[in-house]
C-alpha cells in the first residue's frame, strides 16, 4: 500500500510540467520544516564541521539552497522507479532529468568547494593531524587519506574528492530527514498522549539536575552523555514512535544468491524481497494484542531501565551488517531537541481534534507538516 501510495505521488509529480524547489514548500514553516532545519545543521556541523544556521535564515542562503537541491535530487531519482524513458531523457537533458542534474550541480558546488578549502588547510598545517583539531566528518577523511596514501599531506593525489564527496553526502542523506521525522511523529504522539510530555519532563529534571531557573544555554549545557544515558522513558518514547512510525517505512533487498528464508520460502539469486518496518510494528504477532497502541512503558523493565528488543524484530534501523551507521548520534541527537523543548514548553495541536496523516515518500513524512502551540512553562 505504502509503496503504491509513492507511486501515485510520484506519477503525479512526474505529470507536473514545471519542477519547482523545495524551498517553496510549505511545510518550511511548520513544526516539522523548523525540525528539518535544526537537523540539517546540526548534520552539516558534524560532517563538514560548517555552522550554516539555516534554522535562522530566510531560506535563500546557501545552507538552505542546498538542503532544499538535496531534497529534490532524491524525488527526481526516485522518479527513475516509474519513468520507463529516464535514460532518453537524461540524454536529451530534458524533463526531471535536467531538474536532477542541474540540482547535483548545486550540491556538487557546495561540497567540493569545503573539501578544497579543507584541503588548503591541510597543506598549510605544519602536520597532517593538525586538521583533526577539527573534529569534523570531512577533516577526519581527509587526514586519514592523507595519512594511509602516504602522499604529501593535501596533495590532489592524496585526497581523492569524489570519494570525500560520495562518503561525506552518503551521511548527510541517511541522517537529513530520518530523525528530524521520528522526532514530529514523537511530537504528535505527545499531543495526543499529554501524560508523556510531562514524565519526560519530570525525567530531564531529575536527570540532568539543572535547577528550575536555568536558562535555555545551561540546561543545553547540562545535557551530558551521563544525563541523556539516564533517560530511559524518553528513550522507550522515541522508539516507541519508531516502532508505529519508522523513519523508513518500507525498504528492499536483492538476494546475493539462493537462500531460503526462516520460515521455509525459497528466494532466488537477483530476486527482491521488501520488509516493511511500518507493518511490522503493528503485528499483534510480534507485539501483543495493544500493537496499535502507543505505550512506552512497553520497553521499560521493573526497574524502569530501557530494554533493547532484537534488531530483526524491531526493523526501524535495519538489521544486520548494514544496520544504521547513525543509530546512537540519532538517539543522541533526538533526545536533546526533546529534552529542551519539552523542558521549556508545552506542546498541543493547533487544532486538537486533527488527525495527521503520512505521506509516502521514501521517509515517512507527516502530510502538510505539524502545525503546534508551543505555551511556555
Ligand atoms: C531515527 C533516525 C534514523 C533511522 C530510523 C535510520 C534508519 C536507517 C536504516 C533503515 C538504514 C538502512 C538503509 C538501507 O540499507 O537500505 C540506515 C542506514 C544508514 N544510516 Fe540511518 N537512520 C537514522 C538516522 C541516521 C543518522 C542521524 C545518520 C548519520 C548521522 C545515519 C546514517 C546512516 C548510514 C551512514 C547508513 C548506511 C549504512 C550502511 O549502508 O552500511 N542514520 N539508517
Not at 547535483?104 to 579543507?118: M, N
Not at 501483543?288 to 530483526?312: H, I, K, N
Request: proline share 4%; charged share 25%; with cysteine.
Amino acid at each position: 500500500m505504502l509503496l503504491w501510495l509513492a507511486i501515485t505521488e510520484l506519477l503525479q509529480k512526474f505529470k507536473m510540467k514545471s519542477w519547482p524547489s523545495s524551498t517553496n514548500n510549505s511545510v518550511r514553516c511548520s513544526f516539522q520544516g523548523l525540525l528539518q532545519r535544526a537537523a540539517m545543521d546540526t548534520i552539516l556541523a558534524v560532517t563538514f564541521g560548517s555552522d550554516l544556521n539555516t534554522l535562522g535564515a530566510a531560506g535563500e542562503d546557501e545552507g538552505s539552497r542546498f538542503a532544499a537541491a538535496v531534497d529534490d535530487a532524491s524525488e527526481f531519482t526516485l522518479l527513475c522507479y516509474v519513468n520507463p524513458f529516464w535514460k532518453a531523457m537524461r540524454l536529451l537533458n530534458v524533463g526531471p532529468e535536467a531538474a536532477l542534474r542541474e540540482r547535483v550541480k548545486v550540491i556538487d558546488e557546495f561540497v567540493y568547494r569545503r573539501i578544497r578549502a579543507r584541503s588548503e588547510e591541510l597543506k598549510a598545517a605544519a602536520q597532517p593531524e593538525g586538521l583533526v583539531a577539527r573534529k569534523d566528518m570531512l577533516s577526519r577523511f581527509m587526514e586519514a587519506a592523507s595519512t594511509t596514501d602516504g602522499g604529501p599531506a593535501g596533495t590532489a593525489a592524496a585526497v581523492d574528492y569524489k570519494y570525500l564527496r560520495d562518503i561525506v553526502l552518503s551521511v548527510v542523506i541517511a541522517g537529513k530527514d530520518t530523525s528530524v521525522e521520528a522526532l514530529a511523529w514523537f511530537f504528535y504522539m505527545a499531543c495526543k498522549h499529554p501524560r508523556v510530555q510531562e514524565r519526560v519532563y519530570r525525567e530531564v529534571g531529575e536527570a540532568t539536575r539543572a535547577g528550575d531557573d536555568a536558562s535555555v544555554d545551561e540546561f543545553a549545557r547540562s545535557l551530558t552523555d551521563e544525563a541523556l544515558g539516564k533517560m530511559h522513558y524518553l528513550h522507550a518514547a522515541l522508539t516507541e514512535t519508531l516502532r508505529l512510525y519508522p523513519a523508513l517505512p518500507l525498504n528492499n533487498k536483492e538476494c546475493f544468491s539462493d537462500d531460503v528464508l526462516p520460515d521455509g520460502f525459497s528466494v532466488g539469486k537477483g530476486d527482491v524481497v521488501f520488509y516493511v518496518p511500518y507493518a511490522m510494528g503493528r503485528m499483534e504477532y510480534l507485539w501483543g494484542t495493544d500493537a496499535e497502541v502507543f505505550r512506552p512503558e512497553r520497553w521499560l523493565d521493573d526497574d524502569g531501565e530501557f530494554q533493547q528488543e532484537s534488531p530483526f524484530k524491531f526493523t526501524a534501523f535495519q538489521a544486520g551488517p548494514r544496520i544504521c551507521l547513525g543509530k546512537e548520534f540519532a538517539y543522541r541527537q533526538m533526545k536533546v531537541l526533546a529534552a529542551v523543548l519539552l523542558r521549556f514548553f508545552v506542546f498541543s495541536q493547533r487544532n486538537e481534534e486533527a488527525n495527521v496523516n503520512y505521506r509516502a515518500t521514501v521517509t515517512l513524512l507527516i502530510e502538510h507538516g505539524l502545525h503546534l502551540k508551543a505555551t511556555p512553562r
